[in-house]
């Protein structure tokens, strides 16, 4: 009776079953089955990875990227055996050199698994940042091939959305070669066109003490030349190269006039030393 009232109790919250109301009795009976397949899925995994289920907000993290992999088309359900969870699979394809996990699959995976804490301006999705978009970091995976942060929310092409960019002298954008031109998610728009780019450098590794360096913008690379150009900032290029950067600061492009309220600026700062 002792585990049956526990389950009973982990199962009451977040309960698809309570939260929905029905004519037809078998549709709720339906959601009882569902709500028992979560419970147990939970008590599973909380078993396997209490470290991770020892923070607070880890159930609902939990349900949340199952949510996100069930309305994900990119998942790819075939390569899930019936005896293993997510979890073990990325560990089975994993490699370990020097200390450092070394992961090679390109399957969204939710930032709350990976073994450290990273703070909400480190979570933001990398290529919203480098199209300037507004900061987002809720439904943002993890790239484990290419160590790349990227969220699987479809979005509208650049040109067409806020916030409004400007050059560096106040004049309106109207280059907009540098970014990719359809609607698309971001987790497809980088593996479609910003990989093939050589956006970003493949500086990713994840120690076995719990940091983890994701890979960055390859600021030399022709499509952030190209950006460079767009906004109208000064290049400099050092004796012996082809290609240089400049003094970027992000806040400079941006109407903050487009934003709301609930929006700190912060995010839009360059990566900090944390990565």
């Not at 526990?6 to 009976?29: A, E, G, I, P, W």
């Not at 990325?90 to 703070?119: A, M, W, Y």
Request: proline residues 3%.
């Amino acid at each position: 009776m002792g585990g049956v009232d526990r389950h009973d109790r982990l199962r009451s919250t977040y309960s698809l079953c309570k939260r929905h109301k029905f004519k037809k009795y078998y549709v709720k009976l339906l959601l009882f089955i569902f709500d028992i397949g979560l419970t147990n899925a939970w008590v599973y995994y909380k078993m396997c990875h209490e470290d991770v289920c020892s923070k607070e907000g880890a159930r609902v993290d939990f349900f949340q990227s199952i949510a996100e992999c069930m309305v994900n088309y990119n998942t790819n359900w075939s390569e899930y055996e019936q005896s293993s969870t997510a979890a073990s699979k990325l560990l089975q394809d994993s490699e370990v050199n020097d200390g450092t996990l070394q992961i090679g699959i390109c399957r969204p995976v939710h930032l709350n698994n990976l073994p450290c804490k990273l703070s909400t301006k480190i979570k933001i999705c990398q290529v919203c940042k480098y199209e300037l978009r507004k900061p987002k970091w809720k439904s943002v995976t993890l790239c484990p091939k290419h160590g790349v942060r990227l969220c699987t929310e479809v979005r509208q092409e650049r040109r067409n959305c806020l916030p409004t960019i400007t050059k560096r002298d106040g004049s309106e954008v109207t280059d907009w070669s540098w970014t990719c031109d359809t609607v698309d998610s971001c987790w497809n728009k980088f593996h479609n066109f910003y990989a093939a780019q050589g956006l970003f450098n493949k500086k990713f590794s994840l120690a076995s003490s719990g940091k983890v360096k994701f890979a960055n913008y390859v600021y030399t690379s022709p499509l952030y030349q190209k950006k460079y150009t767009a906004l109208g900032i000064p290049i400099t290029v050092k004796k012996g190269r082809t290609a240089g950067v400049g003094y970027f600061d992000e806040q400079m492009h941006i109407q903050k006039d487009d934003y709301d309220d609930t929006v700190d600026l912060q995010y839009l700062q360059q990566d900090s030393e944390e990565e």
